[in-house]
C-alpha cells in the first residue's frame, strides 16, 4: 500500500506537576524543583507582557542539582516555597591517613513571590551536618526574550537569532534586547548577600564555607522593564528589597486575596469536598483577574491565554454574576471602551463588534499576527449584550445599563449592517484570510465545522449558538428598552426575535438526529452532526418546549454522554477523536451552560444527571480544580477522566463553571435585583447546599441566605433571615 503524505503537529505539553503562577500581566511556569531551563522544557519561564524575560533560573551545588521535597496538601497561590536536598556527600579529611569520611547533609530552600514585573527569590544553603564544609554553589541565568506565539511554536518572519546585550554592573546582570517592534526590553538581576566570586553572562559562583549547622542566605531581585523610544535602552536603578522584605510582600499580597475571598458568598454543603472546589474557584479567578481602570478583568486562562479574551470574560461574567456582579460590571465598561469603531480587515474589526482578543508582545506588534487587538469572533457581541441585559436584571440597577446605552446601540447595529445573513436573519460569519481565525464561534480550530461526511462547511457560516445568543439578546433588550423608555427599540428587538426563532426552528431543526444542525453552511445546507453547540440553544427561548425536551434527553445520550460530561462532539461523527481540542473533548464550561439551559426548560433529570458527571470528574483534578478541557474517553471503574495534554489550568470560564452549575442546582435566579427561588436539583452525592450573603438589591436587605434540602425525594429552598 502507498504511503500517504502526511503532516505532524506537536503537542504543547505541560507537565502535571507544573507550578504556574501569575500577578497582573507577569507569569511563570517552572517545575516542582523551581529550576528554569527551555533546554529541558521548551515551555518554562517567566513571561511579562506576552514576552519571555527569563528562560533560565537554576541553581547548582557542587555542580548537583538539588531534588526537590513534594509538600503534601495545598498550595499557596501567590509564592512558591521550595524544599530541595542532595544525595548524601562524603568528604574525606585531609591529611588524614585512615581515609576517615565526613557524611555531609545539605539543603536548599527556596521562597519565590512573582511580584507585577519581576520576581523576588530568598535562597538558603543549609549545612545540617556537624562538620565544616567548602561547597561550590552557582547560580544560573539567562533571557532570550522570545514571543509566547514564538514559545508555543509559530514562526517568526524573521526567524535569525536575536541579539541580547549583557552587562555586568555592581552585583547586578543586566539584560537588553531592542525588537523589530522598536521596543526596548530588559531584565535586571541583582543578588544581596555574599557577593559572587566569578561573574559571566550566564552564571555567578561562589565557594562557600559553612560551619556545623550554618546556613548562608542570598536575595535574588529580578525586574523587568520595556521602552518604546528607539536604541535607549534602560538601566534605571529600581527599588531594592531586603531579606525581611519578602515576608512583607507575602503578609500583603494574603491581605489582599483575603479581602477579595471576603466579597464573595459562602457555600456549604453535604460534601466538604464542593465547598474546597468553590473556595478553590474563588482563589483561582484572584488570580486569573488583572486591575485595569476599570476594576479587575479576569484573564483567560494560564499559560497560553493570559490576557484578555472578550467571550471568555463574558461568560466567566455571565456565570459568577449571582456571586460577585462587580467582575460582569468591570467586563461589559472593559469591553465597551474596546469596542471597535473602524474597519479593519486585518484584525476583523468592524464598528460596534465587540473584542476577540487582546496581546502586547512583539510579534501582535509588529503585526506578524493580528491579535494585538483582534476581533475575529462572531459571538462575543451578542454575549455582551447577553451579559449588559442579565446584570441590569440581576442588580436592578437600569441607570448603568443607560450608561453603557451607546455602546449597547453599536453593537445591535453591527449585528444588523456586518453580521445578520440578509438571505436568512441568521447571525453569520465568514473567515478570516489574514492570518487571523477561519472558524469564528467558540470551537475556533479549522476543523470544527462540518458535514456528516467530514466535509468542511463553507463560509459564510451561522452556528447553531450564536442564533440562540442572538435571540437571547433580542428577546431581553425588547423588555429592558420598553422599561428604559426605549419603545421602537424594543419593537425591533420583539419582532426580530419573533422572526429569527421561526426561521431558526424550521431550518436547523434535524428530527431523525432528535438535535439542532451543528450550523448552516454558505450554501444554507445544515451541517447534520450531533455536538454540544445545539445545547446551547436551551440558554434562550429559542427552542420550542418539543424540541427542548428531545434535545434535553437526547445530549445525554451515549454517544454524547461520556459519563463526566456531554462531549463537544458525538463518537458516532466522522470528525470525532477523543483526543481533540474541539472535536470530541469534554469542557466544563460548555456543559455548566448546557445545564444551566436545561434548568431553565425544567429538564430536572437531565439536570440531576449531568451535573453528577460533573461533580463526579473534580474529584480527579489537581487542587479541585477543573482544567480547560478534557479528553472524551468513556467513564470506567476506576479511571477518572483524563485532562488534554496542552489545557491551561487554572482557565477562567472553567473555573467559573462550578459557579454556574451551582446556581442550577439551587434553582434561583434574579427579578431587577430581587432573588427569586425556583426548582431546586440536588443529584443523589448531594442531600443540601446553603448559599449564605447572596448580594442582592432589591428587597430591602444587603445578603439574603438560603437553603437546599431533600425533602420527601424532592429538593426544596428555605430562605433564611
Known sequence: MEQLPYEIHPLQVLNASDVIHKNEDHFGVWPPSGDIDVEVSPHHGLYWRGMRFLSRWSCRVLEIQPVPLWAQGRREPFFDRIHRILPVITFLERGDPSGHRHVVRLSLSQIRVLEKDGLVERCSLENGSPYPVQVPFSWEMDCDFMDLFEVRGMRRVDSSARHVEWENRDRSSIYRYLGEDSVERETRISVQGPPPEKVDRSRWSWVLSLKPGESLS?????????????????????????????????????????????????????????????????????????????????????????????????????????????????????????????????????????????????????????????????DSTPLYLVLAAQYANRTGDYSFLEELWPVVERAFSWIERYGVDPRTGFLVYRGDTNGGLIQQGWKDSEDSVFHADGELAPHPIALAEVQSYLYWAYDSFATIARHLGHARFSNSCRTLAVQLKKSFLRDFWVPELKTFALALDGALKPCRVRSSNAGHVLLSGLASSRTAGLLGRSLLEADLFSGWGIRTLGNREVRFNPVSYHNGSVWPHDNALILWGMSRHGLSRSVEKLSAGYLDGLRFFRDQRPPELYCGFDRKDGEGPFSYPTSCSPQAWSVASLFLVLQTLGGFRFDSGSLVGGDPVLPGTLSGISFKNVPVFAQGKAFVNLSIHRSEGKAKTIFID
Open 218 to 378: 542570598f536575595l535574588f531581585q529580578v525586574r523587568f522593564q520595556e521602552s518604546r523610544r528607539k536604541k535607549r535602552f534602560l538601566s534605571p536603578d529600581f527599588p531594592s528589597v531586603h531579606f525581611s522584605s519578602v515576608d512583607k510582600i507575602i503578609r500583603g499580597r494574603e491581605s489582599g486575596y483575603r479581602r477579595f475571598e471576603m466579597s464573595w458568598p459562602e457555600v456549604i454543603s453535604s460534601d466538604p469536598f464542593i465547598d474546597r472546589c468553590f473556595r478553590q474557584a474563588i482563589q483561582d479567578l484572584r488570580i486569573l483577574c488583572t486591575p485595569s481602570r476599570e476594576g479587575l478583568i479576569p484573564y483567560a486562562g494560564l499559560p497560553w491565554f493570559s490576557t484578555v479574551f472578550g467571550r471568555d470574560a463574558i461568560i466567566t461574567g455571565l456565570s459568577t454574576l449571582w456571586a460577585y456582579p462587580a467582575l460582569s460590571r468591570t467586563i461589559l465598561l472593559f469591553l465597551g471602551k474596546l469596542q471597535a469603531r473602524r474597519t479593519d480587515p486585518f484584525r476583523a474589526a468592524e464598528p460596534g463588534k465587540i473584542l476577540h482578543e487582546m496581546r502586547t508582545g512583539e510579534m501582535a506588534r509588529t503585526n506578524e499576527v493580528p491579535f494585538g487587538r483582534y476581533y475575529g469572533s462572531v
